[in-house]
């Protein structure tokens, strides 16, 4: 099925997604036009080729994610640290829902690919069942693990014939994602899926 991804800020960038695969870039009205079967999602702000997020490990790993449940108990907020290390060692399955619930996390700032070296099996099956790439951690990082890390690193352009992975921003430009940061993603597709898309 063709899916055609248009932002506001950003039609002479639209996508024409095909299964996982990108079949298309170009200006929205070309691609309606050639073709008019299509499904079309229409965004807010900017579609850009995603992001990476350098803090797997510590993220995936390092933090854990509480379920909604345990907000009463564990607030909302990661827990790191010892603490984090402390909820792991009194019940070891907490580490798979844990990382399925900071990978959602991820897909929900535009994250559409980590790096770092992660070393569980909970991590590293909640990264390839949400279809994330795996890319190189930069050698420098420059500031705590965050879902907003600064500098936010975007992935190389998108191109015909290659993946379907993106995000959408709900920001004029590129200048004021830097500025605002990846909590003003309203969609992110990973393999030509829709799999964050906000409220």
């Known amino acids: 099925m063709l899916t055609l991804h248009v932002a506001e800020a950003s039609p002479e960038a639209a996508v024409l997604v095909d299964g996982a695969t990108v079949a298309a870039i170009g200006p929205y009205e070309e691609l309606a036009a050639a073709s008019p079967q ?21 993220l995936l790993e390092g933090a854990y994610h509480p379920d909604p449940r345990e907000a009463d108990e564990f607030g909302t ?3 790191t640290g010892e603490r984090a290390r402390a909820l792991f060692r009194a019940d070891p399955s907490r580490q798979g829902a844990s990382a399925r619930r900071g990978v959602q996390r991820m897909l929900a700032h535009g994250t559409v690919a980590v790096a770092g070296e992660l ?22 990082l420059p500031g705590p693990a965050s879902f907003s890390p600064r500098p936010l690193v975007l992935l190389p352009a998108l191109t015909v014939g290659g993946p379907a992975r993106f995000a959408v921003f709900d920001v004029p430009d590129r200048a004021a994602l830097v500025r605002l940061g990846a909590s003003t993603c309203v969609a992110t ?3 030509g899926r829709l799999v964050y898309r906000r409220a």
């Open 119 to 140: 070393r569980g099996r909970a991590a590293l099956d909640a990264v390839r069942r949400a279809g994330l790439a795996v890319g190189h951690r930069p050698p420098n």
């Open 189 to 191: 597709v990973v393999a």
């Open 77 to 79: 907020e990661p827990i």
């Open 38 to 58: 299509a499904r079309v999602r229409r965004w807010p702000g900017i579609l850009t080729p995603g992001l990476l997020n350098p803090y797997g490990p510590e």
